[in-house]
Nanobody, 124 residues
Framework: QAQLVESGGGLVQAGGSLRLSCAAS????????MGWFRQAPGREREFVAA????????HYADSVKGRFAISRDNAKNTVYLQMYSLKSEDTAVYYC?????????????????WGQGTLVTVSS
């Protein structure tokens, strides 16, 4: 069973940058497609980005395309979300999730494991 722990959230001004990390336990991290999702107050959880287990394929929500970059380091069992040009509408709790040999377009309901989330607040 994998455990996911996010870190790197915080308060940042609009236009600023932030990098989130998600550390996974277990020895099979390289078998999991990893995704980042977010949930703003009063809104449903939404997809942000995903990266295949090999790291060769990525997929982004239109709202973050060109501003966010997902990457992974399988040697460190960690997935990252680099966020640039942050906007107030990016304010949310960000979650990472893992799906065994999943697709980067897998819906959130099919992910196997979730982290506890890290809060990102963008001030305007």
């Amino acid at each position: 069973q994998a455990q996911l722990v996010e870190s790197g959230g915080g308060l940042v001004q609009a236009g600023g940058s932030l990098r989130l990390s998600c550390a996974a336990s277990g020895r099979t991290f390289s078998s999991y497609t990893m995704g980042w999702f977010r949930q703003a107050p009063g809104r449903e959880r939404e997809f942000v980005a995903a990266i295949s287990f090999s790291g060769g394929t990525t997929h982004y929500a239109d709202s973050v395309k060109g501003r966010f970059a997902i990457s992974r380091d399988n040697a460190k069992n960690t997935v990252y979300l680099q966020m640039y040009s942050l906007k107030s509408e990016d304010t949310a709790v960000y979650y990472c999730a893992a799906e065994l040999y999943g697709s980067t377009r897998t819906p959130p309901s099919e992910y196997d494991y979730w982290g506890q989330g890290t809060l990102v607040t963008v001030s305007s």
